[in-house]
């Protein structure tokens, strides 16, 4: 039987918030060599008939910007001008038509562009229940995000934040805590393969993810295997939508809630 071939892609993002155009930057960096790398994955298989875009692709990890933020708008619009204000007045002195880690249909005059369709989960407050994703001493806000393919894949439901009510009732004003071993919070969606209406794009084998739906992409290795095994427990706990083959799970699993023993919650 074949099987669809999926692409999922995790990183890091500079921290500064005076550097937003390195930021930019880097993501420009990194949706073009995302591109190219799967563009010679399609060519070392003798599949050069294929485009990227018929790849079903996952872009997760901690970005450091804010939803507003050029970062975020490049992502999902697909575009950003020089112009931007991220940029810091710098756009129109990059010389990015010369950058070979730029792929050349990336800059299109006064305008930088990636050939992806994304759409992002959490990206309603209200539905998601996420408040932020980052929570320390002094900052709280939404920096770590998990992008997708849209004409690929369904989102069908999301772990949601542990209540604030909590935090106020346990007196935790910021992380890391002795109950919380980062200052980022997980985050665990539950997608869904849409049907594939290009034959070329099957493929013989499937990605590790696909093949075990509770796996979890980490964008922080450290303590990897307690952070899995927690939001496996957590996903056990949420009821997932149903078991269809063509379902998996994406996490960004950054800490674990071991003191937290309320009822996890699961929004669809």
């Not at 730029?102 to 407050?125: G, S, T």
């Not at 229940?129 to 770590?144: A, E, M, P, Q, V």
């Not at 935790?172 to 034959?199: R, T």
């Not at 093949?211 to 997932?240: E, K, M, V, W």
Request: aromatic content about 12%; hydrophobic content about 30%; proline content about 4%.
């Amino acid at each position: 039987m074949n099987k669809r071939k999926l692409c999922v892609s995790t990183g890091h993002i500079h921290w500064d918030p005076e550097y937003s155009d390195v930021k930019l930057i880097q993501t420009l960096f990194w949706s073009s060599e995302l591109w190219n790398y799967i563009r010679n994955y399609y060519k070392s298989g003798n599949m050069s008939h294929l485009n990227p875009s018929d790849m079903p692709v996952i872009l997760c990890g901690d970005f450091n910007s804010l939803p507003q933020s050029g970062v975020v708008d490049y992502l999902i619009k697909g575009e950003v001008e020089r112009s931007h204000v991220d940029f810091r007045d710098f756009g129109d002195k990059y010389l990015f038509n010369e950058w070979s880690a730029i792929q050349e249909e990336f800059v299109e005059n006064d305008v930088l562009k990636h050939r992806f369709n994304f759409d992002r989960a959490y990206k309603d407050e209200h539905e998601s229940g996420l408040k932020w994703t980052n929570y320390t001493y002094d900052f709280r806000g939404i920096i770590d995000y998990i992008f997708f393919s849209k004409e690929h894949l369904n989102l069908l439901g999301n772990l949601k934040q542990i209540p604030e009510s909590w935090f106020e009732q346990q007196k935790i004003v910021g992380a890391p805590h002795v109950h919380f071993n980062s200052d980022h919070f997980s985050l665990l969606v539950e997608l869904e393969l849409k049907n594939q209406s290009s034959p070329g794009a099957i493929t013989q084998n499937f990605s590790s993810i696909s093949q075990q739906p509770n796996s979890a992409i980490n964008s922080n290795s450290t303590n990897s295997s307690s952070n899995i095994n927690t939001n496996n427990n957590l996903r056990q706990n949420c009821n997932p939508l149903n078991n269809s083959p063509n379902n998996l799970s994406a996490a960004i699993t950054t800490t674990a809630y071991p003191s937290y023993r309320g009822q996890s919650t699961w929004s669809s």
